[in-house]
């Protein structure tokens, strides 16, 4: 991971939340070390981010309310994108109410959404940053 880091010089990481599923929690755990703000690692402006997910609040009840959103990206324009992402995965589906269906995916969009007074959104948790509260939309605009 670390290799990677230094190939690429990431401004901005975004990582799977640390669930209950092993590979999640590798992948994000080693990405917050390869990411420390030192080295090439002060580079990246927000850190690293978490992405929210209806399954962690459902799968992971020792985090209360799941992931703790601080920072919402409106998805309004692609959010038939990622629907559609998702459909090219099949066997990661689940009926309604289920939180792998499509209606859970776009009511947690709108969730999100209107918790950013936007139309749809996808929302991330902050792990480390090196920003100004308001320099975030400045860096992402």
């Known amino acids: 991971m670390l290799d990677v880091m230094e190939e690429v010089r990431p401004s901005v990481v975004l990582l799977p939340f640390p669930d209950r599923h092993i590979d999640h929690r590798v992948v994000s755990e080693s990405a917050?070390?390869?990411t420390r703000p030192y080295?090439?690692?002060r580079n990246i402006r927000p850190d690293s981010h978490v992405r929210d997910d209806l399954r962690n609040v459902l799968e992971c009840p020792w985090l209360g309310a799941g992931v703790r959103p601080q920072w919402t990206v409106e998805i309004s324009d692609t959010l038939q994108t990622k629907l559609?992402?998702?459909n090219l995965m099949p066997s990661r589906h689940?009926?309604?109410p289920g939180?792998?269906?499509i209606e859970a995916l776009t009511g947690l969009a709108q969730l999100r959404g209107s918790q950013?007074?936007?139309g749809y959104g996808?929302?991330?948790q902050i792990?480390?940053?090196s920003l100004a509260p308001g320099e975030l939309n400045d860096i992402l605009g």
């Open 122 to 124: 996808e929302a991330f």
């Open 127 to 129: 792990v480390r940053t």
């Open 99 to 101: 939180p792998r269906s």
């Open 84 to 86: 559609d992402a998702f």
């Open 39 to 41: 080295r090439n690692g």
């Open 116 to 118: 950013a007074s936007c």
């Open 94 to 96: 689940a009926p309604f």
């Open 32 to 34: 917050v070390v390869a």
